[in-house]
């Protein structure tokens, strides 16, 4: 396959223009925006969602504005997201530090100690890799002045200074492999959620916290690995397909999900509503793209506010 022509952004508005029909009333501002977001990113990434797939040309009177728009939402989107994904990323490291030390005490050799942890024979590769990144995340010279503080000061790291070092990702396998007390005790701080599922759950909101934090497209969110069954799943009514729940499994409809069963309900009440506010901004300023066509691609179910509604 040959490598793609390079084209200066004067080209690349011409191409867009007379080639794919895409109406640039403001050639300035397109040649401006190009500049600051990268054709790939903001052309490549967005331009589905607008195009007529049979000729591979624009709907009739799209325009570069409407491109940009869906760019920022998706952009606010992740902003809003990552926001909250924090505050259970926050909770889960305070009440994960707080109940291993309860359990084998404050010294780093604790949480660097293999047997401290559920040492099957399944799990110990991984666990050993767990625990050199651990290792290396507590090690001297330290980016990180708090952890330099505590090795030089006192030779020592607890876990609850060395968590604020780790990502949620490294933090979701240290909840998987610890032991099934602890587990079940950081399970026990949020509602109806047992251990198990609690893991799940934390692993998808750590795979949209990679998106939002590597500026990655949002809004059409896939993971490979599905959240559970819920409560909310079967009140919303969301649809089915050979038995399994279509939607709000492995999306970003899933995400939310999550974010409903992990952060308290006022909490929630804001997220929803900054998320309503934000797909009601993209609708006005996107009218090419249909709310059928948006949600379809976010996962979402048309009475998708109502989640609110429902215990969990």
């Known amino acids: 396959m040959a490598n793609k022509t390079f084209f200066t952004y004067d080209e690349q508005i011409e191409k867009l223009e007379k080639e794919k029909q895409l109406v640039i009333s403001d050639p300035e501002f397109a040649k401006t925006t190009l500049q600051k977001l990268g054709y790939f990113s903001l052309i490549g990434g967005y331009k589905d ?4 797939k049979p000729s591979g040309n624009y709907l009739h009177g799209v325009t570069f504005e409407e491109i940009t728009a869906f760019y920022y939402f998706d952009e606010e989107l992740r902003t809003l997201f990552l926001k909250y994904i924090l505050h259970v990323e926050r909770q889960l490291k305070s009440m994960l530090s ?16 293999a047997g401290n942890y559920n040492y099957t024979r399944r799990n110990q590769s991984k666990i050993n890799r ?62 109806n959620m047992s251990e198990v599922q609690l893991h799940q759950l934390i ?11 590597h500026n990655e497209r949002l809004y059409s969110f896939q993971v490979n690995e599905a959240i559970p069954d819920t409560v909310l799943h079967s009140k919303l009514q969301l649809p089915r397909k050979k038995g399994q729940y279509a939607i ?21 009440k804001q997220f929803k ?3 309503k506010q934000l797909i009601h901004s993209v609708r006005k300023n996107c009218p090419h793209i249909s709310q059928e066509l948006l949600f379809s691609k976010m996962g979402f179910p048309e009475k ?9």
Not at 149 to 167: E, F, I, K, R, S
Not at 203 to 213: D, Q
Request: hydrophobic share 40%.
């Open 49 to 52: 969602l607008f195009k007529h």
């Open 248 to 268: 709000g499994k492995k999306d970003l409809f899933a995400v939310v999900i999550a974010l409903r069963y992990l952060i308290d309900n006022q909490e929630f």
């Open 273 to 275: 509503a900054e998320l």
């Open 304 to 312: 998708w506010e109502k989640i609110m509604c429902y215990k969990k």
């Open 98 to 113: 707080y109940y291993f030390c309860e359990k084998y005490g404050e010294q780093q050799t604790a949480y660097l100690t």
């Open 203 to 213: 692993r998808i909101l750590a795979s949209c916290r990679n998106v939002c934090a």
């Open 130 to 191: 767990l625990i050199t990144t651990l290792s290396k995340t507590i090690a001297l010279p330290s980016n990180y002045s708090y952890i330099t503080h505590h090795a030089t000061m006192y030779g020592n790291v607890p876990l609850w200074v060395a968590t604020n070092a780790l990502t949620f990702g490294q933090i979701s396998k240290m909840y998987q492999y610890t032991t099934s007390d602890i587990r079940t005790k950081v399970s026990l701080n949020f509602a």
